[in-house]
Each structure stands twice: as structure tokens, then as C-alpha cells.
């Protein structure tokens, strides 16, 4: 049937790499002849910078196993943004005819929404020049925004950093005796899954962020100082988590803007959480400090999800089967068939019906006073974080694979 190559592309997770073993084991068991990686996502085709991943594995017997496990990306990264399949651009040329040059019958994409408009991109000029290489997404980001999907790999793994790392902050915060706010900043331009993900904290043995805000609604400055108050009242120390990505009634964020936009027009952020520090050391007088929680979920292979890295790797092997089926222009996706006892179903969906679309928190999972999210919410994070996969460590620290 030819040989395939897999690439990866935008921001890395803990879980990624686990996709890109499922998709090397998926072509291994597969009527395929070899499998090629393409070295920082679709630029490497483009440049010719390919490996041969079928050579590596032969010749590693402890490659996959550990790549499982590895975080970031071993294939690199890029944010490239391919023009319309109509602009007459020579990048498509350049693409199909390596394609050709490597036997390519099928193209896995490992990414986020702007991956899926890459693929979307090349099936369709597929299409149009009668090329039968069949095009497959391979879901992944922390953000959790695909459409269509129940969840996305890597989102499970960060979640579990999140809440975690929000309980280690609580016990931190409660050990003075004197009035604080703690304001936890989390990543989450549109979509407010991973903050809400500190919900997780409340446990047992911690009582959980006291307040939490999504982009998904309105911030209120004077009413986020109102509800300071009234915690403040009956306890000592108050924290706080908020996305990045939040906004007030007339949709300015509530943060200092670096006034940039990315490769996709996406506006750069930072801020949040510094700027909520200023408002309520001026507003309140009371000892304050903002926490950054910025990459450190995508890269914390120490605290992953075990069921966030099997449904990786499950996923990269869908998507070798349903290329095998003949499908092309679509994403492998998850649907779940119940919370208790946990379980999904994969499956497929048209890639057109989700490149560059975003899936938010339904309101009816944010509480009345948009300052928190309801149980509904926490039943549906919990499952995602289960379990620690079998990390290999040498000289306690952890073993990763590298190029």
C-alpha cells in the first residue's frame, strides 16, 4: 500500500508523543510498507527534513515504550498557516510531489485546531487534483477546544497538573495567619477547560480554589472585589483562579495585551493574573500575589494521566485504521458513552466541521455567579485524570527520548 508520514505541529503536550507511538504501531500492524516523520510539522516536508521512524524503531527496542512517555514533541513543532488551495501557491506543488517522491499514501497530522485546517487544506486540493493520499487529524491540545470530540490527548495530563498544582498552592497559602489572596493564572484564550480544572483541587483534604473565572463569561472588576470581601470574612487566605483569556462586558481582556497576533491571528496574552494582583493590593490592602501557570502542564510527564496517554496512543492507531478504511478529511474523535464506569468510543468526524472552530464550556457548567463551575463540570474532568503510566527513571530522574 505504500509508505505513510506522520507530523506533529502547534503547542506540545505531555501526551503527543504518545499519539506518535500509536501512529508508528498502528503502521507496523498495518498493510502499510514503512513509516517517514516530517521534522517540524508540514515545514518539514516542504524542506525535505524527513526521517525514517521505521528504521529507528527496528533498531531501538526501547524507543517506543519510552517516546510513550517523552513530553513535548520528538518530531518538533511548527505554526505554519497554509494558504487557500486556491491562491495558486507553489507550497502545494512542492507538497505533492514530495509525496510522491516518498510512496505517501496516507498523512497523519498530530495537532490542534490550526492542524486541522492543514489538513482540511490538503484534502481538499486533493480533491481537486484527483490524488487519492488520504489526509487524517490526529487530535491533541491542552486547551481542550476541538469541536466534535468529547476531549482532546494532552488535556487530561494538563488538567492533572492544574489541579495538583492548585492544591500544593493552597496548603502554601494557609500556613500564615494573615489576610492573603493567592490569583492563580491559568492558559485559556477562548476556552476555559483548563482553569476550570482546578476545580479538581477539592478534595478531602483541601478545599479547593475559592473562586474561579472563564472567558466563557463577562469579568466583573467590582464584583470580583465584592466577592474578595465577603471570603475574606470568613477566612484568611483566599485563592483564586483565573484564564488568561478573560474579559469584560465589552470583550477587552483583563490583561496586558502584548497588542501581537500569531501565524492564525490569534492575539498574544499575559497578564491576567498580574494585573487582578494590582487591582486588589489597591482596592483591598491585603497581601496578594499572582502565580503564572503558563507551560509547565505540557511538559509534565511526572504528573500525567495514564488514561490521558493510553487514549493517545488508542487515537494515533485509529487513525492508521481508518486511513487503512480509505477515509480521508477527517479527525479521529472520542465519544463518551458513560462517566460511571468511565468509557469511550473512537471514532471519526469531517474534518471540515471542526478546523477552526472552538468548543467553549457550556454555561449550564458555570455557576450562577460566574465565579465557579458545578458539579456537572467536575464529573467530567474526573475520569480524565486517572491513574500515572510506568515512567523508567535512571539516577531518579526520568528517561526521554530525543533526536
Not at 492544591?167 to 493564572?185: K, L, R
Not at 485504521?321 to 473512537?346: D, H, L, Q, W
Amino acid at each position: 500500500m505504500g509508505n505513510v508520514i506522520v507530523a506533529q505541529s502547534g503547542g506540545p503536550t505531555v501526551a503527543i508523543n504518545a499519539s506518535l507511538a500509536g501512529v508508528i504501531e498502528g503502521t507496523i500492524g498495518s498493510n502499510y510498507d514503512k513509516i517517514y516523520g516530517s521534522i517540524n510539522g508540514i515545514l518539514g516536508i516542504r524542506d525535505d527534513n524527513i526521517i525514517d521512524l521505521s528504521s529507528i524503531v527496528a533498531n531501538d527496542p526501547h524507543f517506543l515504550k519510552r517516546l510513550k512517555t517523552t513530553p513535548a514533541m520528538y518530531l518538533g513543532s511548527c505554526r505554519f498557516k497554509l494558504p487557500s488551495i486556491d491562491s495558486e501557491d507553489p507550497i502545494y506543488n512542492t507538497l505533492f510531489d514530495q509525496f510522491k517522491k516518498y510512496q505517501i499514501e496516507a498523512f497523519f497530522y498530530i495537532g490542534g485546531n490550526d492542524s486541522m485546517d492543514t489538513v482540511d487544506k490538503l484534502s481538499a486540493y486533493a480533491s481537486k487534483i484527483g490524488s487519492k493520499i488520504r489526509f487524517v487529524g490526529v487530535p491533541k491540545t491542552v486547551d481542550n477546544d476541538l469541536c466534535v470530540t468529547d476531549h482532546t490527548p494532552g488535556f487530561g495530563s494538563a488538567a492533572k497538573y492544574i489541579a495538583t498544582s492548585t492544591m500544593e498552592v493552597i496548603f502554601d497559602a494557609q500556613i500564615y495567619d494573615n489576610p492573603s489572596v493567592t490569583i492563580i493564572e491559568v492558559m485559556g484564550r477562548d476556552a476555559g477547560w483548563l482553569t476550570a480544572a482546578t476545580s479538581l483541587a477539592k478534595t478531602d483534604c483541601c478545599d479547593g480554589p475559592d473562586l474561579i473565572y472563564l472567558p466563557e463569561v463577562p469579568f466583573d472588576k467590582a464584583k470580583f472585589i465584592e466577592d474578595l470581601k465577603r471570603l475574606l470574612k470568613e477566612k484568611t487566605n483566599v485563592v483564586v483562579a483565573v484564564s488568561e483569556g478573560i474579559r469584560d462586558a465589552n470583550g477587552e481582556y483583563i490583561s496586558a495585551s502584548t497588542g501581537t497576533l500569531d501565524n492564525f491571528g490569534h492575539a498574544q496574552l499575559s497578564g491576567a493574573g498580574k494585573t487582578l494582583e494590582y487591582l486588589v493590593k489597591d482596592a483591598l490592602g491585603v497581601k496578594v500575589r499572582s502565580i503564572e501557570v503558563n507551560v509547565l502542564q505540557r511538559a509534565a510527564a511526572h504528573m500525567s494521566s495514564l488514561t490521558d496517554i493510553n487514549e493517545s496512543e488508542a487515537i494515533g492507531k485509529k487513525a492508521v485504521n481508518i486511513a487503512e478504511e480509505g477515509v480521508t478529511g477527517a479527525m479521529v474523535t472520542m465519544e463518551r458513552i458513560s462517566n460511571a464506569p468511565y468509557e469511550i468510543k473512537f471514532d471519526y468526524a469531517k474534518i471540515h466541521d471542526i478546523a477552526n472552530e472552538a468548543k467553549e464550556v457550556p454555561m449550564s457548567w458555570i455557576n450562577s455567579s460566574h465565579n465557579g463551575v458545578t458539579s456537572d463540570m467536575v464529573n467530567y474532568l474526573q475520569p480524565l485524570v486517572i491513574g500515572l503510566p510506568d515512567v523508567e527513571y535512571k539516577n531518579g530522574l526520568p528517561v526521554y527520548v530525543s533526536r
